[in-house]
């Protein structure tokens, strides 16, 4: 499978993922560990990738999401952003419900499957 390929389907399988250096309780970075903490405390599940260990999407994504530098957050197939991005949107109270909307939107369609 293509590189461009593999991520295209995480993002459509995952309605919540965050790109990041390492994982969310060992992030590899600071913004790493800030965003998965902001996305952690919004109480939903979400998926992530650890670009350390995928340096294939590590090389890609960038230039697919036309986002130089991680982590990046996807949330139902779009890209909100970066570090700056979240912790702002989280700051502001406008991840929370973002976050807990898309969660309930594909906790719905789950359940119907």
Do not use: H
């Not at 890209?79 to 807990?100: A, N, R, T, Y």
Request: glycine share 6%; proline share 7%; with cysteine.
């Amino acid at each position: 499978m293509e590189t461009i390929d593999k991520i295209k389907q995480q993002i459509s399988e995952n309605p919540i993922i965050l790109y990041m250096k390492g994982s969310p309780k060992l992030p590899s970075c600071g913004f790493s560990a800030q965003a998965s903490q902001a996305l952690m405390s919004c109480g939903e599940q979400f998926a992530y990738v650890d670009i350390l260990q995928n340096p294939d999407i590590r090389a890609e994504l960038p230039a697919y999401a036309d986002w130089p530098t991680f982590p990046q957050l996807w949330v139902d197939g779009e890209l909100v952003g970066g570090c700056d991005i979240i912790l702002e949107m989280f700051q502001q109270g406008e991840l929370q419900p973002l976050i807990k909307q898309t969660a309930e939107k594909y906790a719905d369609k789950q359940d119907n499957a």
